[in-house]
Nanobody, 122 residues
Framework: QVQLVESGGGLVQPGGSLRLSCAAS????????MGWYRQAPGKQRELVAG???????NYADSVKGRFTISRDNAKNTVYLQMNSLKPEDTAVYYC????????????????WGQGTQVTVSS
């Protein structure tokens, strides 16, 4: 019914930048909050940043001032601009969107992308 497709990961040197994108498609009625999580090897998945339908944002302390989350409602897309990347930012990044579908307009569910690898290394 709903698919989230991520793009933009890759290998970057410390201090570099990357921009992740996550586009939702399918039988979408409405989209509420959107967010990015990450999971490093041997660690639990953690919230990186979130954005509400009204544009309010929140960030993990470890990325404040370096990462920026934004959304384009017309494109059902959430972005994560990552600047001043550090080796400890290396992880698989997952996007998530809270969506109601045309088949269930009163029931919001969380959908997840497939994950994209971000590696920060010299």
């Amino acid at each position: 019914q709903v698919q989230l497709v991520e793009s933009g990961g890759g290998l970057v040197q410390p201090g570099g930048s990357l921009r992740l994108s996550c586009a939702a498609s399918g039988s979408i009625f409405s989209i509420y909050a959107m967010g990015w999580y990450r999971q490093a090897p041997g660690k639990q998945r953690e919230l990186v940043a979130g954005i509400t339908s009204g544009g309010s944002t929140n960030y993990a302390d470890s990325v404040k001032g370096r990462f920026t989350i934004s959304r384009d409602n017309a494109k059902n897309t959430v972005y994560l601009q990552m600047n001043s990347l550090k080796p400890e930012d290396t992880a698989v990044y997952y996007c998530t969107q809270r969506i109601t579908t045309l088949q269930a307009i009163m029931k919001a569910s969380d959908y997840w992308g497939q994950g994209t690898q971000v590696t920060v290394s010299s």
